[in-house]
């Protein structure tokens, strides 16, 4: 009697330990993308009144960690206006992601800020739904030759609503930082 | 039985007397249940002509020093079980062991008025105190132990903390079985529902060899109530609301043992709770909703000589993080952290939906234990699987993202066999051999690699006790080897590691009691704990606190060496209870994560902080106390402290993160018995924690990024008592905590940096037992 009751426990758990072990079998080995990650930020400028487009990025193809990023020193014509449009990566996925098209779906939860120092300025952002500024197209004047530094700045709004104002600061509470960039400027 | 219920209501009235006396015989004896042969614990023992009862302790034991020679009657009962009558002739030290058979009736009355709480040891919690602190969490239940104190983020994620040590270093031992979830994390939670416990208690020394050797800071048991010993179907039921959270809760337990089937006996177990975002003083905190369910089902067999006992349990759990503490890269944490409070587009929506950040956790076990004696041997055989599944959700990008950004799935396997040795009136001991299996995999943001592990262990203790000693001994090796295998996306294979640990726990005890009722125990004990997975190998962003962890290989596994001195004494009027503990624990290799401000890593979301997990040497020095008096029948005052000193030796500093120094004083009156109204108990607690002003110094640069928040008082109220309305009691129980809605931050929730902790909370809670009819014509007095 003693030995039936105990090989039937035995027999009922084996069964339900194999159970339990053949659901583990989904989504299997090593790390899936993160979906999350973004590699890369791609500046192109195009000269108003023509002129051949021009490409500068900051780049972490391997992701958080690992190396560190690298920056484009942009290279800039005097007293020209460019019309610049951005666009985000993720280089780890295969093809490469092109994530542009999530912040532009999402144009009220996201912001891009450009702060400049020198002789550079950055207008005309374009806008989102609600007419604040999102920054995916934006027009850039050069003045004099000379050095200068742009801070391109990705801020993403968690909350929900975002709540989303236009004279949010780049390190506004509301929002976190997506992407953060400093580029090098050299007009010549 | 009336007989029986008028001398306990005697003794409650307080009537005893002591009688000086020269007489020098001892009884002893050894109380357990014939169905099982299992050591009966909270057997009441009454002693004909002595106005003195005592209860079995948790080994089935029970003593009485110092009778005269002569005829006594003894009377055995338990709740669960017939009551023994006995006749003994005393003309010399005796011993006894005593079968008590399953009874057909709940004695619940005279459980009720039996019990005569003070101040248990081991620390443990039970009965109304269990289920006043039901309601939240596991770890808040735990935290009302004394020397127990919580590690949170926010007020949802809790876990318990032990001297200071948490995690890893505290094994938490679900129902007899290791619990294996993903503990290492700080905002990993112990996957258990709290209404599966019948008993809370933390246990260190020889009885943590059981569970492994690398019990640095102990092991808390959660211990389910015995299934019903009596024939029948009885079911209760619990239904709560608190009005912080809108919290509502239904927990409920069926069980039977069929009358025609008697050997068998089941039980089925729910809860269910749902809550809103959480209130603080003055704002409420968006996304920090809850939603748990979970269940079980427990079927035993019991033969005499023979017992199996099948337990399957699940653990479901949504828990919201507050959106404003998940930050993205370090100057966001520091804006964050800067504010007075959080921004307003993070509180202030009084909401259900659970949004992200957020957790989800599914923890399933399968046990089954099958006992069986030979002759006076017992073996134990103990299998078990465990499936954690944890996913964090992660503030995304786009809402188009709906999956997890990790995922972490641990299954682990274990193995044991248990002797028990034939049990003398002196001598008891089990030898243990255990096993276990570890598969965990991931998917998402890399974190922690894939590994397999493998442990196999063996331990022995015995137990000794003779006239007023009691002494006790065990050993614990352990043998864990650790293979983990990382592919990354696009089928990169990167290096794999193994890794081999033996570790080594041997712990002694000696105890000796001074006079009845008064016990000084010694004990010393020594630890292993290998290092973790993620202590080896973490190497990725921990999200939402703008770090970067990194594990290191070399790590060696930390040792401790712990002594320890309680005293426990009861007086004989039960007027005064005093139990005190101090205890050293010194641990090698000590493994923490450090921060490295002066290597930063660069992302492309901007700085993340690094931390790296190293080791140092720690001491850990503390005082637990107790002290409950009743100067009135009807009024208790129990004070409770509970110090720790915790230094970093290489460093010769304080050790970050460690829990200050409280003190709590709790009033409670309990009313008479009425007519309708019984166990009726009001009580107000007052309690104080320090602020930490133990912590590293910041010459060598910043430690902590906000300096530790200042000390807080509370004041917490809980009133209880059973209704009875018809046939049925009906308990009715209002808990208050922070009843004065202060506002305060508390040193060791993550969440300090942001936002305040949770204010006034009212809870109501009411619990419905349905008894069968046959069970309950016993309890009319």
Not at chain 1, 13 to 41: Q, Y
Not at chain 2, 255 to 269: I, K
Not at chain 2, 596 to 613: C, M
Not at chain 2, 674 to 701: C, I, K, M, N, Y
Request: glycine fraction near 8%.
């Amino acid at each position: 009697m003693k030995q039936r009751f105990l090989k039937f426990g035995l027999l009922a758990f084996g069964a339900a330990a194999l159970t339990l072990a053949s659901c583990k079998k989904d989504n299997d080995d090593g790390e899936t993308n993160d979906e999350e990650v973004i590699t890369t930020l791609e500046l192109t400028f195009t000269p108003q009144g023509g002129g051949t487009a021009l490409t500068f990025d900051y780049d972490d193809p391997d992701g958080p960690g690992g190396s560190n990023p690298t920056t484009d020193a942009i290279s800039l014509a005097p007293n020209t206006t460019y019309n610049v449009s951005a666009r985000i990566l993720n280089k780890l996925a295969n093809p490469d992601e092109d994530l542009t098209g999530e912040v532009e779906e999402e144009s009220e939860a996201h912001r891009f800020y450009y702060v400049p120092a020198g002789n550079v300025t950055v207008t005309n952002l374009d806008t989102d739904g609600a007419g604040l500024p999102l920054g995916l197209a934006s027009t850039w004047t050069t003045g004099a030759a000379g050095a200068a530094t742009v801070q391109v700045t990705l801020r993403h709004y968690p909350g929900n609503p975002p709540n989303k104002a236009a004279n949010d600061p780049v390190n506004s509470p509301k929002s976190a930082t997506d992407i953060e960039a400093s580029f090098p400027v050299t007009i010549q | 039985m009336k007989h029986l219920l008028y001398v306990f209501l005697l003794l409650g009235a307080g009537s005893s007397t002591v009688r000086a006396q020269s007489c020098t015989f001892r009884l002893s004896g050894h109380v357990h249940s014939s169905a099982d042969h299992s050591n009966l614990p909270g057997a009441t023992v009454l002693l004909d002509g002595r106005p003195l009862t005592l209860v079995t302790d948790a080994n089935g034991d029970f003593r009485f020093d110092s009778l005269c020679a002569g005829t006594y009657t003894l009377l055995l009962s338990h709740t669960s079980y017939d009551t023994v009558q006995r006749t003994i002739v005393l003309d010399k030290p005796l011993h006894l062991d005593i079968d008590l058979k399953p009874g057909e009736g709940l004695l619940r009355e005279v459980r009720i008025l039996a019990q005569r709480p003070g101040i248990p040891t081991p620390p443990q919690l039970s009965g109304r105190a269990l289920e006043a602190a039901q309601g939240r969490s596991l770890g808040e239940a735990l935290s009302r132990i004394n020397g127990v104190t919580l590690l949170q983020t926010g007020n949802s994620v809790t876990k318990p903390v032990v001297h200071g040590l948490h995690s890893s270093r505290l094994l938490v031992i679900n129902n007899g079985v290791r619990q294996e979830g993903q503990q290492w994390g700080n905002e990993h939670a112990p996957e258990i529902d709290p209404f599966i416990a019948g008993k809370l208690s933390l246990v260190q020394g020889v009885e943590e060899l059981r569970y492994g050797s690398d019990a640095i800071g102990g092991a808390v048991l959660v211990e389910p109530r015995p299934l019903r010993a009596a024939t029948g179907t009885a079911a209760e039921a619990t239904l709560g609301y608190s009005s912080n959270d809108r919290q509502y809760l239904a927990s409920a337990v069926v069980e039977g043992r069929p009358q025609q089937l008697s050997d068998f006996s089941w039980r089925l177990q729910g809860t269910g709770r749902r809550g809103a975002n959480l209130t603080t003083p003055h704002y409420r905190l968006n996304n920090t909703a809850l939603a748990e369910l979970n269940g079980s089902a427990t079927a035993a067999l019991q033969r005499e000589h023979f017992r199996t006992e099948l337990y399957y349990s699940r653990f479901h759990t949504r828990i919201g993080l507050f959106t404003a503490a998940h930050t993205g890269n370090f100057n966001d944490f520091n804006n964050a952290i800067a504010a007075e409070r959080p921004d307003p587009t993070f509180t202030g929506q009084d909401s259900y939906t659970i949004g992200r950040p957020r957790q989800e956790v599914t923890h399933d076990l399968l046990k089954s234990r099958t006992g069986f004696d030979a002759g006076n041997h017992k073996f134990t055989v103990l299998l078990a699987a465990q499936y954690n599944r944890r996913a964090e959700y992660d503030i995304v990008r786009s809402a188009a993202t709906k999956g997890a950004q990790l995922d972490l799935r641990l299954l682990t396997l274990s193995q044991e066999i248990t002797w028990e040795h034939p049990r003398s009136a002196r001598l008891s001991g089990s030898v243990g051999l255990a096993a276990q299996q570890q598969e965990n995999r991931y998917s998402g943001r890399y974190l922690i690699p894939n590994y397999t592990g493998r442990t196999f262990g063996a331990w022995a203790f015995e137990k000794w006790q003779k006239d007023a000693w009691e002494l006790q001994a065990g050993l614990r090796f352990d043998h864990k080897t650790i293979d983990t295998r990382r592919i990354e996306a696009g089928s990169r294979v990167l290096t794999n590691y193994g890794f081999d640990f033996s570790t080594l726990a041997a712990a002694g005890h000696a105890g000796y009691r001074i006079l009845p009722g008064w016990r000084v125990q010694a004990a010393a004990s020594m630890a292993t704990r290998a290092p973790q997975v993620n202590e080896l190998l973490a190497n990725g962003v921990h999200q939402g606190t703008a770090t970067f962890e990194v594990g290191d290989i070399h790590l060696k596994p930390e040792r401790s060496l712990r002594f320890s001195l309680n005293q426990h004494y009861d007086s004989r009027s039960k007027k005064l209870s005093v139990d005190i503990t101090a205890y050293h624990n010194r641990i090698d290799n000590f493994i923490y994560a450090e921060p490295r401000p002066e290597d930063p890593v660069y992302t492309i979301r901007g700085i993340y902080r690094k931390v790296a997990y190293t080791a140092t040497d720690a001491r850990l020095q503390g005082v637990d106390a107790a002290v409950e008096v009743r100067p009135l029948d009807p009024l208790a005052l129990t004070t409770r402290y509970a110090l720790l000193r915790a230094r970093d030796l290489r460093a010769n500093d304080w050790i970050i993160g460690m829990p200050s120094d409280r003190l709590s004083q709790e009033v409670a009156w309990t009313l008479k018995e009425g007519a309708r109204f019984s166990d009726t108990r009001l009580a107000l607690e007052l309690q104080h924690v320090w602020e930490q002003t133990r912590v590293p110094g910041e010459a060598a640069g910043p430690r902590d990024y906000k300096a530790p928040p200042p000390g807080y008082t509370l004041l917490h109220a809980d009133l209880s008592t059973t209704v009875r309305a018809g046939r049925y009691p009906i308990t009715i129980g209002l808990t208050g905590r922070n009843l004065l809605n202060t506002v305060y931050r508390d040193y060791l929730n993550a969440f300090r940096y942001f936002t305040d902790e949770m204010g006034r909370n009212l809870s109501l809670r009411i619990k419905i037992s349905l008894q069968p009819k046959s069970s309950h014509k016993t309890v009319q007095p």
